[in-house]
């Protein structure tokens, strides 16, 4: 193959076969599983029989001990004696998915502790606020009666909001998953995965969902004091899976370790809640047929709960998921689907006044190699999803800015091997404040410092990136022949969901399959593909989306070369194999 071609990125993608690993075989022999299961898992660093069963059967037995949390039980106590001693507490989450869940997650366990116990909660507005611990917010909380505060999915960096507290006399507990800054914040707790300890935690990555859930855990065991928790807070914990499941899904964090058993169970569990509002979304995104799964999480359930904070105020996301009665959980649930409405639609417009502006201003050249851009036009709440759209359209780590009240203010999104937090830190002297992960950021600076931040950030990044960086690569597991993907092969190759970071869907090479038939678009606008592949005999649906403007370059006749995932389709009651299309190679002659 000479040539190849790809989706409506305008580039094509890298392809790396990944190499081989020892001891898929006999992994596959043990577990009496298809060889190319044996192969995937070996492929992901499991190459112990007992391991492998773990990973596709997980249960709650492999979640680790929540006393070995740093600050856990430090924090459990002090929350417990607050319940006891009538005190107002305030649980002060984020306004995203992670944090909104985070947040649920211990009101619930604290309002099955003490039915009457006296609980605030505090979502900061994304546009008004920004992100974390305010110490303002903090103020006025404790003016309105807060004895303890407990923050969700933020708070590591907030050294100054913790004087705050330190000072007027009331103990901040901090949970949060986040970079660490240089000095941690003064709080009465600390809980979080990375902290020194005099034995670090087992598993570094959790979300902010999850570390909220084994704090609730040590919570339920202070509360009754005892390690095996009665039946009504075993339950709970349970019942509590499906919100930590939606917070580790949605940020994105490795599906790996108790992350997979989060995700695994809590979406095994998702649509027996016993909780009103998870119901009243599951109803309004018309998922109640569906099997959940990672996707239905990533792609409707949470950018409804995420359109909440963006287009609005968060606070009514956190009423849905935690007190909200039945007709108010069914009409906040339907305001959802409309706000996720008017963000998607300003979502669009965005990338369009966004993707003119990189092409028009030439930073899609080979020695750009990042993209820094600001408009007083843009809603600050959806120019981190346009972020993500950018870098798939150009491939490059995407800084997008809204400016307004003499601040320009965003997010931003990256690349794999392009840490944007190291890079904001290189480039703070520009900044006001940044703060998030390798991965996602968000930062605030003067408005008359964003072209010397543009600068500083494409002479960071032409440092630390290639050219080829900026073409994406598909990462293949293997080379397989489409007679041996059979659904009961496919089926087991799902054991291995949920799938996500670090746990990818299997990307399968299939080499010199020819179209008897021409391929054709569908959907609206054309814009997806479908083509019938052929090899020795066999023959299996494709379906490529937003590749349909390539179906007039594949003819019948034409031989190509495919990286696909499997699926399995259910129609008319019956099961097939398909394959969904990530990318398509083909000879020069046939272009």
Request: proline share 5%; hydrophobic share 45%; glycine share 8%.
């Amino acid at each position: 193959m000479t040539t190849s071609t790809s989706n409506l990125r305008g580039h094509y993608k890298r392809w790396r076969l990944a190499d081989p690993v020892a001891g898929g075989e006999s992994l596959a022999a043990a577990l009496r599983v298809d060889a190319l299961v044996g192969q995937l898992l070996a492929q992901r660093g499991i190459h112990d029989a007992d391991v492998a069963r773990r990973f596709i059967h997980p249960t709650l037995k492999d979640l680790h001990d929540p006393v070995k949390l740093p600050g856990a039980v430090k924090a459990a106590h002090r929350i417990a004696q607050a319940l006891r001693a009538d005190q107002t507490i305030v649980i002060y989450g984020d306004y995203d998915v992670d944090g909104i869940t985070a947040a649920s997650i211990l009101y619930h366990m604290l309002r099955t502790a003490k039915p009457d116990a006296k609980i605030m909660r505090y979502v900061p507005h994304r546009i008004d606020e920004g992100y974390g611990l305010s110490a303002d917010a903090l103020a006025s909380l404790i003016d309105n009666g807060a004895n303890l505060i407990i923050s969700v999915d933020c708070g590591i960096t907030a050294v100054e909001p913790a004087a705050v507290a330190k000072q007027r006399g009331v103990d901040l507990i901090i949970t949060d998953h986040h970079e660490m800054g240089a000095a941690l914040p003064d709080a009465f707790a600390l809980v979080h995965p990375r902290l020194e300890a005099d034995e670090p935690y087992p598993f570094a990555e959790l979300c902010g969902a999850g570390v909220a859930y084994k704090l609730a855990w040590q919570i339920a065991r202070v509360w009754t004091n005892t390690e095996r928790v009665p039946a009504v807070f075993s339950k709970l914990l349970v019942d509590l899976l499906p919100l930590a499941a939606l917070g580790t899904i949605a940020d994105v964090v490795p599906l790996v370790d108790e992350n997979r058993t989060i995700a695994h169970c809590g979406l095994r569990h998702i649509k027996d809640t016993p909780f009103l509002g998870l119901n009243a979304l599951i109803d309004a995104a018309r998922l109640r047929g569906e099997a959940i799964d990672s996707y239905h999480v990533g792609f409707v359930l949470g950018p409804r709960l995420n359109a909440c904070g963006r287009m609005g105020h968060a606070r009514e996301a956190v009423k849905l998921l935690t007190d909200a009665p039945p007709d108010e959980a069914k009409q906040i649930a339907e305001m959802l689907n409309g706000e996720n409405d008017r963000r998607r639609a300003t979502e669009r417009e965005i990338f369009e006044q966004a993707r003119a502006m990189v092409t028009e201003s030439g930073y899609d050249r080979d020695d750009v190699r990042a993209i820094v851009l600001a408009d007083a036009r843009w809603h600050k709440g959806v120019v981190g999803i346009v972020c993500s759209r950018l870098v798939e359209a150009f491939g490059r780590p995407t800084v997008l800015m809204n400016i307004a009240d003499g601040e320009a203010a965003g997010s931003a999104r990256s690349i794999d091997g392009f840490n944007i937090h190291e890079a904001f830190t290189a480039c703070a002297d520009h900044l006001r404040g940044y703060g998030g992960h390798a991965m996602a950021a968000g930062l605030q600076m003067d408005p008359d410092h964003v072209g010397a931040f543009r600068d500083a950030m494409i002479e960071y990044a032409a440092a630390h990136l290639k050219v080829e960086d900026l073409t994406p690569m598909l990462v293949i597991d293997a080379v397989v022949e489409l007679a041996s993907l059979s659904v009961d092969a496919v089926k087991q190759i799902q054991k291995l969901a949920p799938f996500g970071r670090c746990n990818p869907h299997p990307m399968l090479l299939f080499r010199d399959v020819t179209l008897h038939q021409p391929a054709r678009t569908m959907g609206q606008q054309a814009r997806h593909l479908s083509l019938i592949a052929h090899q020795n005999g066999a023959a299996m649906r494709c379906v490529g989306w937003n590749m349909g403007s390539l179906a007039p370059k594949l003819p019948a006749g034409m031989t190509l070369d495919l990286v696909a995932e499997p699926t399995l389709n259910h129609f008319n009651g019956r099961t097939t194999v398909e394959l969904i299309l990530k990318d398509l190679r083909w000879e020069t002659s046939h272009d």
